[in-house]
Nanobody, 120 residues
Framework: HVQLVESGGGLAQAGGSLRLSCVAS????????TGWYRQAPGQQRELVAV???????HYADSVKGRFTISRDDDKNTVYLRMNSLRPEDTAVYYC??????????????WGQGTQVTVSS
């Protein structure tokens, strides 16, 4: 079992920055990858960034160059630094942990979400 708790959301001005944090607890060693997703009003949840157990990162095209995902293993924390924020970044941001159950089966754990609102 993995529990994820996000923090750091809030209100920012366009062009501003925020840093989101996701603290994981439980069976940390079981996590193969962690990521950030977001869901805007009326939209489906979309992948924003992911970091694998080995440290490889991937970003959605819409945030590449502006957002940075990182991890502090000592603190069991994943971060999402968001720079050059735009109003379209407004969404609830969710932390995700991808946990393999078997070779071909995996389970995704989710945090409660943290609201990010960017005003123009």
């Amino acid at each position: 079992h993995v529990q994820l708790v996000e923090s750091g959301g809030g209100l920012a001005q366009a062009g501003g920055s925020l840093r989101l944090s996701c603290v994981a607890s439980g069976t940390i060693s079981s996590i193969n990858a962690t990521g950030w997703y977001r869901q805007a009003p009326g939209q489906q949840r979309e992948l924003v960034a992911v970091i694998t157990r080995g440290g490889t990162t991937h970003y959605a095209d819409s945030v590449k160059g502006r957002f940075t995902i990182s991890r502090d293993d000592d603190k069991n924390t994943v971060y999402l630094r968001m720079n050059s924020l735009r109003p379209e970044d407004t969404a609830v941001y969710y932390c995700n942990a991808h946990v393999p159950v078997g070779i071909t089966v995996a389970y995704d754990y989710w945090g409660q979400g943290t609201q990010v609102t960017v005003s123009s």
